[in-house]
């Protein structure tokens, strides 16, 4: 893979409604994006498989969705407003600032001066947490963050989940949502952003250090698979143990499963043997009793937290990655139909004939209802079948004139180009099916 294909893919989602540069029509917004008509479907379909794989199926895990703004200690008490930054150094000949810790980007920021001597600052720390005021006045009272990562806000609630629910440790709460970190360098298009989303499950085990071990090797395999089943190709995935001194302190042991990215392997998603670190550091902080007692024991103890965490804008980029197919001229997004933006598409072969026009919307209606269906009656089919490859559309529907005497369509493949002749009566059938 090469830069080329970043840049092809780039044009690619701006052209077809994926992502847009944020606000771009004031000059744009560093670090931020905008996902259009097909990329918040995609998004969407992305996470509603997300919830449903960790929440719907399992009997031992439920939901949250907890307020992006937090009361301030929460921050203190899980270490961010201390220990959660980056060191940033800064060029001293124009001034740009970078993560002293990305050496491919210092090397690249050295090449760009070439012929010049480059100096770096020493390194800074560097609060990644993003400020912002509540209230009417602009004082240190009202100063808040908004969340630098989605995980303190399941935490906070570990007691509200067991007063409410009936789950009983080994569970798991399952959360995604907005995060906002002032990142030094965002980059490599939605790979880092200043805003940006995280799919996260806290499950919470007894502190045993067996249990540890093997919810740890559970929830490590339980993401492979899951992005396996998406259809991503198992060559351009892989896990990557940290070395314990490059964890967080608290930190038993962390993975990232990584993506073969046109810049080199880098994270898609951590997963992450926390200990009892948040629980009893929101215990020390709030003053409130953290801790779980065994229904049937009476043993009283604070659970420890296997956290798998992954961006939701990272799989999105890798899915539209690694799904880009060239074939001779024909583009095409080789996306699982679960993730398709429009599972479907139809088309009346001609625009300008009633009776195939009210035909074709007849079929289309009929299908919107189960299925998320596109209309298209532009231009000519070979188009439309173009326009649909972009977008990665599975079906493409044909309403012609042997539709109005025998009631049979044309159901063409995105992969295999290949037609074939399906009753207007069986299509939802067939569909569901396919999917
Ligand atoms: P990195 O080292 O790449 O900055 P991180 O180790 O700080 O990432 P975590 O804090 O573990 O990341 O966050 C968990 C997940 O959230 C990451 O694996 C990634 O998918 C996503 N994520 C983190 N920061 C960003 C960002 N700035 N933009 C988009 N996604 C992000």
């Known amino acids: ?163 409410s629910t009936r789950v009983r440790v080994p569970f798991g709460v399952a959360q995604m949502g907005k995060a906002f970190r002032n990142e030094i360098t965002p980059g490599n298009f939605i790979f880092r952003s200043r805003e940006f989303e995280q799919m996260e499950t806290q499950f919470y085990i007894k502190p045993d250090e067996k249990e540890g071990e093997k919810w740890f090797e559970y929830w490590k395999q339980n993401r492979m698979d899951w992005y396996l089943s998406l259809g991503l190709k198992k060559e351009n995935l892989r896990f990557r143990d940290h070395e314990p001194d490059k964890r967080a302190h608290y930190a ?55 956290e798998t965490s992954a961006g939701v804008d990272r799989s ?20 699982s139909p679960k993730l398709a933006p429009y599972k479907v598409a139809v088309f009346p072969l001609v625009g300008n004939k009633e009776d195939v026009v009210n035909k074709a919307r007849e079929v289309y209606d009929s299908l919107k209802s189960n299925f998320s269906a596109d209309w298209d009656d532009r231009g000519n089919i070979g188009k439309r079948y173009y326009a649909q490859d972009e977008i990665g559309t599975p079906w493409c529907i044909t309403v012609d004139y042997k539709t109005l005497e025998d009631n049979t369509v044309t159901i063409r493949d995105r992969d295999t180009t290949a037609q074939v002749r399906v009753e207007v009566d069986k299509l939802s059938d067939w569909l569901q099916n396919k999917i």
């Not at 009893?280 to 229904?295: C, F, I, K, V, W």
């Not at 980029?317 to 001229?329: N, Q, R, V």
Request: glycine fraction near 8%; include cysteine; charged fraction near 30%.
């Open 252 to 306: 038993r042991a962390a993975t990232d499963i990584e993506y073969n990215a046109p810049w080199g392997w880098d994270e898609f998603m951590g997963i992450h043997h926390r200990g009892d670190w948040d629980l009893a550091r929101h215990e020390l902080y709030s003053g409130q009793d953290m801790n779980y007692t065994d229904p049937e024991t009476g043993e009283k103890y604070i659970p420890w937290d296997i």
């Open 1 to 163: 893979m090469t830069d080329d294909k970043m840049q092809k893919i780039v044009s690619l989602a701006k052209r077809r409604g994926f992502v847009f540069p944020g606000s771009e029509i004031y000059g744009g917004l560093a670090g931020t994006w905008d996902y259009g008509p097909t990329g918040s479907l995609l998004k969407k379909n992305l996470k509603d498989l997300w919830w449903k794989d960790v929440v719907q199926m399992r009997d031992d895990m439920v939901g949250m969705d907890a307020a992006i703004m937090m009361n301030p200690r929460a921050w203190e008490a899980s270490g961010h407003t201390e220990a959660f930054a980056d060191p940033l150094v800064e060029c001293k000949l124009c001034h740009k600032r970078f993560r002293s810790d990305k050496e491919e980007e210092i090397k690249e920021h050295e090449n760009f001066h070439k012929g010049e001597k480059v100096e770096w600052t020493e390194p800074q720390t560097f609060n990644l947490l993003v400020k912002a005021y509540l209230g009417v006045l602009e004082d240190k009272q009202s100063e808040l963050y908004l969340r630098g990562e989605i995980t303190n806000g399941v935490h906070v609630n570990f007691k509200n989940v067991l007063d």
């Open 316 to 335: 999105f980029l890798f899915l539209l990655l690694d799904s880009y197919t060239e074939d001779g001229d024909r583009v095409y997004l080789k996306l």
